[in-house]
């Protein structure tokens, strides 16, 4: 860590500040406010739609708290105090309110913890109740709801695994919940012997066995037990009274599944041998059927460790996977196996089968359909008919068909599209239950089997979500509902019942839940969440389009600050991007996006500058495209130079809103990358920020991305990729940041050390700022606000105040 504060402390000096000391900085107060503003609640609504769940979101976490022990094991990050893993994002709610969706009566629940640290929440089967743990500094809580009592209370003594695999969930009869605990007599984590025993070894007797990069991975046999440490569970099931019944053998748990009957579980446990190439998803485990007792009935599969699978898209293990039960069914389970041995570079006609095996699974599997395509899940409905989903990422090409489950029939093909038409998009389809309770897809029962979707609604006039119903058989489809200007209204709840439940919000209002009447279209108000950013009111938000040099049609987002008129002259402006890659010009040409939308601020957003007079571009479309046998790599750095002038000269040249000497340039991770590369080889921008990225290519040479050839395969791409290999060309003053912890595959914190190493070796102007706790997105209030006062000094000293 000293190495990264000198680091620090040497490049403070250039802003005015001493060598000595360093400590975080906060940038100009309306950035801080925005940062310290309120998030605005969460809204869960039970399963028929009667109860809301308002749920308090906590804001940044302080440096404290981010700087709880963490350790890094078989691709997770683990809390060693309280046997959780480690997120950017906490996903902990610390407050809630229960709502009456009818009546609108508001009501507080009885009995909660102090400290509230509310995740994992689910609705038990009857809707009247839900369970939620309590994740404390020491352990995680088993906790209850009752909403008839309003009475909330604490399950179990014991803690909870809240590490890998389902925490916890609801039977079916909805009086019990399956957990994973903590073993009981668990003792002191195991110690490690500093003395080495010898070395650490590895050995491949010929066999390919290419791995992208991964961070975290297991190192030694400390290592290993220091896993089966954490992950080992024991599961219990709990009753609502809090007896607890030990179910099954300590182990580690990947999944648990009940049958929709509740008399057979399917669990799945990891396996030896581990890897170390590899992180804990892809090591060997074995598939079994448990009875309500916890007894073997049948062992199914043990899946071997996936570590020599080639690179590649659409690859896939050998042997069954996917298993899932048949949700229509009492106890039928269905999975997938590849019929091309899992690897799609071969010639095949068919690439995945379907196969089912019912209780008392002592018959033998039946194959009940083939794919061209591989499996991309089913969506029941009953024993008449289902929905099978298959996709090619190669092709970009996605396929649903309606089939018969019991004979494999199939009745017709529903879509058929690229991956990558966002307009065509039919949507989620949504989930109701039958007469037995089981989730299936909601149906109406006039013209069945007619379904419903909710989409985001894509088109050339941006996004309009929408709620469609769909008769699979004839085709037909009626909008009962879509989004219209000068709104973005999100359909979130809907149960065929003549009433959905919507999501409203627009350029100035926060986003609020109304309930709409689809017959005679009146609306009732279920929230009214205030402004958590009133001083961007008046902010004016643009959705732009405009055209590349190749005809390309390109969006993106300007804000532009209040009050600003263009009479004012062309504003100091921040670009910021991530690059996408297609493999056509008409996907890549799609609006994307809405004006319509509230502007939400987190982390990853440049809109804070528009408080400090730039004019912000956010969302900017930086396309990459590869037709044909071409890869969009292949063009890489001319299509985003491409991309950045046609923006410039829009709005420099078109709209004069902009100074095209007075541009920066920006992006985190894959937007950084892209960031690094401009600077290389073009002189469009001013300067350039660049967070958490990766820049040396040839340390990920097993694939990134989009990118499925390896360096061996196409070296010129990789070279030609990487900024690091033209770090003598980066004249252009350029901000790196990144975190000490980074976890993200690929973007290890090495990757910026030595693009700043490689730039200062050259002279050029440029920064790195090393951030100490932080992961691929940073956590912490100190960190955020320390790196948004370097991004603040860095474009007020080389875009705004650009020396000539």
Do not use: C
């Not at 300590?250 to 170390?276: C, F």
């Not at 529903?414 to 949504?430: M, Q």
């Not at 700043?756 to 100490?772: C, D, N």
């Amino acid at each position: 860590m000293k190495k990264y504060l000198l680091l620090i402390a040497g490049a403070l000096s250039f802003f005015g500040f001493g060598q000595d000391n360093p400590t975080y900085q906060e940038p100009p107060q309306s950035i801080v406010d925005l940062v310290d503003a309120p998030e605005t609640p969460e809204v869960i609504f039970n399963h028929d739609g009667s109860i809301m769940l308002i749920l308090d979101v906590p804001g940044y976490r302080s440096m404290e708290e981010v700087s709880e022990p963490v350790i890094g094991l078989a691709g997770l990050r683990i809390n060693p105090k309280n046997n959780t893993t480690v997120a950017e994002l906490a996903g902990i709610y610390t407050g809630v309110k229960v709502k009456e969706v009818s009546s609108g009566k508001e009501q507080q629940l009885k009995g909660l913890p102090q400290n509230l640290r509310m995740d994992n929440i689910a609705w038990g089967p009857d809707n009247t109740k839900f369970a939620f743990t309590n994740n404390q500094p020491t352990g995680v809580e088993l906790w209850v709801a009752d909403l008839g009592t309003m009475q909330t209370k604490r399950l179990s003594t014991g803690h909870l695994n809240d590490i890998f695999g389902e925490t916890f969930q609801w039977h079916p009869n909805g009086q019990q919940i399956l957990a994973q605990f903590i073993l009981e007599d668990r003792a002191a984590p195991p110690a490690q012997n500093t003395v080495p025993t010898g070395p650490i070894v590895q050995e491949n007797l010929g066999v390919k066995t290419p791995a992208r990069t991964y961070q975290n991975l297991l190192e030694n046999p400390y290592d290993e037990r220091l896993m089966e440490y954490f992950l080992v569970s024991q599961l219990k099931l709990v009753d609502l009274h809090g007896g607890t019944t030990n179910l099954g053998k300590p182990a580690i748990y990947r999944g648990l599944s009940y049958s929709p009957n509740g008399e057979y579980l399917m669990v799945q446990t990891v396996e030896r041998p581990y890897s170390y190439l590899v992180p804990i998803y892809s090591f060997s485990y074995q598939t079994s059927i448990l009875d309500a007792k916890g007894n073997n009935v049948k062992s199914l599969f043990k899946a071997p460790l996936a570590d020599k699978m080639p690179i590649g898209f659409d690859m896939a293990v050998q042997g069954p996977r996917s298993y899932e039960w048949r949700s229509d069914r009492p106890a039928t389970l269905v999975w997938v196996e590849a019929l091309d041995k899992g690897n799609s570079n071969v010639e095949a006609e068919l690439r995945d089968a379907l196969y089912a095996l019912a209780a008392p699974f002592n018959g033998k599997p039946t194959q009940i359909i083939s794919l061209e395509m591989r499996y991309g899940g089913v969506d029941w409905i009953n024993r008449d008919y289902a929905i099978i989903r298959e996709q090619s990422r190669r092709t970009r090409r996605t396929r649903s068909t309606l089939f018969n489950p019991d004979k494999g029939d199939i009745v017709k093909v529903i879509s058929d599209r690229s991956s990558e038409d966002t307009y065509t998009n039919p949507g989620r389809f949504v989930l109701g239950k039958d007469k037995e309770g089981n989730k299936v897809l909601l149906t109406d029962k006039k013209g069945f089997p007619t379904v419903f979707t909710i989409g985001t609604g894509a088109s050339p006039l941006g996004d309009r979500p929408f709620l469609l119903k769909w008769n699979l058989l004839s085709g037909k489809q009626d909008t009962l509902f879509k989004s219209k200007a000068p709104f973005y209204e999100d359909p979130v709840f809907f149960n065929n019942d003549g009433v959905v439940n919507i999501s409203r919000e627009s350029a100035d209002d926060t986003p609020n839940y109304f309930s709409l009447d689809l017959k005679g279209k009146k609306e009732k108000a279920l929230t009214a969440f205030p402004d958590p950013y009133p001083s961007l009111s008046g902010v004016q938000k643009t959705l732009l389009s405009y055209t590349r040099k190749d005809g390309l049609k390109l969006s993106a987002i300007l804000y532009l600050p209040k009050d600003y008129k263009k009479e004012d002259g062309p504003l100091p402006a921040l670009v910021w991007a991530y690059p996408r890659e297609f493999k056509t010009r008409e996907a890549a040409g799609q609006v994307k996006g809405s004006p319509y939308r509230y502007t939400r601020l987190a982390f990853r957003s440049p809109v804070y500058w528009v408080t400090r007079g730039y004019a912000v571009l956010d969302n900017a479309d930086m396309p990459i495209v590869g037709e044909g046998d071409t890869e969009p790599n292949d063009t890489f750095v001319s299509q985003i130079e491409n991309n950045a002038i046609a923006l410039i000269d829009y709005v420099s040249d078109g709209l004069g809103v902009v100074d095209r000497d007075r541009i920066g340039v920006g992006g985190h991770s894959y937007g950084a990358f892209m960031t690094a590369n401009l600077l290389a080889h073009t002189d469009l921008f001013a300067a350039g920020i660049a967070r958490s990225g990766a820049y040396n290519r040839t340390l990920t040479p097993f694939g990134f991305q989009g990118e499925r050839r390896t360096f061996w395969e196409a070296p010129e791409i990789y070279g030609g990729m990487s900024p690091f290999y033209y770090a003598d060309k980066i004249k252009t003053p350029l901000l790196i940041t990144h975190g000490m912890d980074d976890e993200n595959s690929g973007t290890f914190p090495v990757q910026s050390e030595r693009l700043y190493s490689a730039i200062k070796g050259h002279g050029g102007t440029v920064r790195l700022v090393m951030l100490p706790k932080e992961f691929h997105g940073y956590r912490s209030r100190e960190s955020v606000l320390h790196t948004f006062w370097e991004q603040d000094q860095w474009l007020e000293t080389y875009v705004k105040n650009r020396p000539n």
